[in-house]
């Protein structure tokens, strides 16, 4: 299956968006907007389109992050996905931002964590097929260790450094530590594409977001 696909991700301030045909990273473009992408995701999702010759009609699937992370970032991805799927007439994938985290890890047992402000971590962990080991949770980065399984462990992170001092003293002091890119699309879009190809794609009026944290998140996240 030779078929194109359209990742995004704009549940933090980096956000990112790629091009992916039969399987295989056309281009990814890191987009940085602290103020939000609704104002500017829609230009840089044509331009890239532009460059290969494509329109949104050649798209077989879009894929979106689906969170966790700020709110209006991820209803932003959402709704741009939803929105170009039903004018074309395609499915939706959507994938958790620490599912694409994993991707970038190697060990069997991969503990993923993203950075919920206020003091508090998103974290989940994977193994090396993708298939979820521990629901991802919002907690403090010290509590987490202490629910994490026995076994080898690769953290992955795309800034891990606050954390360190954390593992100091505790069993996971000499566990691998991978620093995964700020862009994600990439990662998305493998994974989507995989599922695409597997029947998995559904209709965006099916699609929702996966926030983990309640709804006072937004008001966490932009503090700081």
């Avoid at 933090?12 to 473009?29: D, N, P």
């Avoid at 907690?139 to 260790?145: G, M, Q």
């Avoid at 399984?149 to 606050?162: C, H, L, N, Y």
Wanted: one cysteine or more.
């Amino acid at each position: 299956m030779n078929a194109f696909l359209l990742a995004l991700d704009t549940t933090h301030e980096f956000g990112s968006i790629a091009l992916v045909e039969g399987g295989k990273l056309r281009e990814e473009v890191l987009l940085h907007s602290p103020d939000g992408f609704g104002h500017v995701l829609f230009g840089h999702l044509g331009r890239l389109l532009e460059r290969h010759g494509r329109r949104v009609d050649d798209m077989e699937c879009f894929a979106a992050a689906s969170g966790p992370g700020s709110f209006t970032g991820v209803r932003i991805g959402l709704a741009c996905v939803k929105g170009l799927a039903e004018a074309a007439g395609r499915k939706v994938v959507t994938v958790s931002n620490l599912e694409a985290l994993a991707r970038f890890g190697t060990a069997k047992q991969r503990a993923v964590v993203l950075d919920a402000r206020r003091g508090e971590i998103y974290g989940a962990v994977y193994d090396a097929a993708g298939h979820s080991l521990h629901d991802p949770i919002v907690a403090r980065f010290p509590e987490w260790l202490a629910t994490l399984p026995e076994g080898e462990i690769e953290f992955i992170s795309s800034d891990f450094a606050p954390f360190q001092p954390a593992l100091e003293g505790t069993r996971f002091e000499k566990s691998r530590i991978t620093t995964a890119p700020r862009a994600l699309a990439a990662a998305i879009g493998a994974i989507a594409y995989e599922r695409y190809c597997a029947g998995l794609a559904r209709d965006p009026a099916g699609i929702d977001a996966d926030y983990i944290r309640r709804s006072d998140a937004e008001l966490y996240w932009k503090e700081n």
